[in-house]
C-alpha cells in the first residue's frame, strides 16, 4: 500500500509538471470586460488605476509569450493579429500622457507584475514602442533590461529634446512638452535639456543585456526626425555591443506608420521572444486556428 501511494503520489507530480508545460496552464483567467477585437477575446481591466488591456490568442503558446504596446494600441494591427496567431498575447495599459517618465515606469512595473505573478506570461517581453511610444519601451528596459526579449521601434520618439520639445528638426508640440516638463519634474527648459537619460543617452543597459533592436522609420520623417532619434540609436547601439536591424522607408514621413507586408516584423518578434517550445510547438501543428478578420480601411491616430 505505501509503495501505491508512492507511485500515486509521483503521478500527479508528473501531471503537475506536464499540465505546467502545456499552453495556458497555471494562469488565472483574465478579470474585467470581455469583448471581441478580429474575432479574439479582449479583457479590459483596472490595474494600479490605470485602463489595461488583454487580447488572448485562441491557442496559447507555450512559455505564453506576448507583445507589450507602449502606445496607440489597435493602429497597424496586421503584426498583432499574425502573433496572436502564433500564441502570443496582445497587451496595453494606458498612461497615455505620461511619456516614459518615471512614473509610468512605475505604472509598467505594477502591470508586469500582474501578468507574470497572476498570470503566467513569460518573464521577458517583446515591446512595440511606435511614435511616442518609444519613449515607454526604451526607459522600461533600461530600468529592467532583464525583462525584455526585444524591442520593436515603429518612427519612435526616442529623444524628447527632438519631439515634442523640438530643439533639432521635430515638430514642436506645446501640450506635450508642458508634459514632459511636469511628467519628470523639470524645472525648466533647461533642466530637461540636460537630462541625461533620454532613450538615445541610456542604452548601455539594453546592449548589456543584449536586447536586439528593430527600427522601421520614414527617412522624411517631420515629426520625429529619424537622424535625431532612429539614427542616433543606430550610431550608438552598436559600438556598445547591441544588434539594430533598420527598415528604412525611403521618402516617408511620420506616417503613414508600419510595413504593407508586416513578415519582416512578426519574424523579428517571433524569434527573439518565443522559446524553443514554442517555435517547435508551431512548427508541429497542423491545424493552426486562423481568425477571420477585416482590416479597418484607414486606422488613425489620436496624436502623433
Not at 509569450?65 to 500564441?87: I, Y
Not at 506645446?174 to 527648459?189: N, T
Amino acid at each position: 500500500m505505501r509503495s501505491m501511494s508512492v507511485w500515486r503520489v509521483l503521478g500527479v507530480v508528473g501531471f503537475l509538471v506536464l499540465s505546467a508545460a502545456l499552453p495556458g496552464a497555471a494562469a488565472n483567467p483574465f478579470p474585467g470586460e470581455k469583448s471581441a477585437w478580429f474575432g479574439f477575446d479582449r479583457y479590459d481591466f483596472p490595474v494600479g488605476g490605470n485602463s489595461a488591456l488583454v487580447i488572448a490568442p485562441k491557442v496559447t503558446a507555450p512559455g505564453r509569450p506576448w507583445v507589450w504596446h507602449g502606445e496607440f494600441f489597435g493602429h497597424k494591427p496586421k503584426p498583432d493579429l499574425a502573433l496572436l496567431e502564433r500564441g502570443f498575447h496582445v497587451v496595453y495599459l494606458a498612461v497615455p500622457d505620461h511619456l516614459g517618465s518615471p512614473a509610468a515606469v512605475r505604472h509598467w512595473e505594477t502591470f508586469y507584475s500582474e501578468l507574470t505573478n497572476h498570470h503566467a506570461f513569460a518573464a521577458k517581453a517583446a515591446l512595440v514602442g511606435l511614435s511616442r511610444g518609444g519613449l515607454y519601451c526604451y526607459n522600461w528596459a533600461a530600468a529592467h533590461p532583464t525583462q525584455v526579449a526585444c524591442v520593436y521601434g515603429d518612427a519612435p520618439v526616442c529623444d524628447f529634446r527632438s519631439w515634442p520639445g523640438a530643439f533639432g528638426k521635430g515638430k514642436r508640440s506645446d501640450r506635450d512638452w508642458q508634459l514632459v516638463l511636469e511628467q519628470y519634474g523639470f524645472k525648466s527648459d533647461a533642466e530637461a535639456r540636460a537630462y541625461a537619460l533620454n532613450p538615445v543617452d541610456n542604452l548601455a543597459p539594453l546592449a548589456a543585456a543584449q536586447i536586439p533592436l528593430l527600427h522601421v522609420f520614414g527617412d522624411a520623417d517631420e515629426v520625429v526626425p529619424w537622424d535625431e532619434n532612429t539614427g542616433v540609436i543606430a550610431e550608438r547601439y552598436p559600438k556598445l555591443g547591441g544588434r539594430i536591424t533598420l527598415i528604412r522607408k525611403p521618402g516617408v514621413k511620420h506616417h503613414p506608420h508600419g510595413l504593407d507586408d508586416s513578415t519582416p516584423i512578426v519574424e523579428f518578434i517571433w524569434e527573439h521572444t518565443a522559446s524553443a517550445e514554442a517555435k517547435q510547438w508551431f512548427t508541429q501543428r497542423t491545424h493552426a486556428p486562423r481568425a477571420t478578420v477585416e482590416l479597418p480601411a484607414k486606422p488613425q491616430l489620436n496624436r502623433d
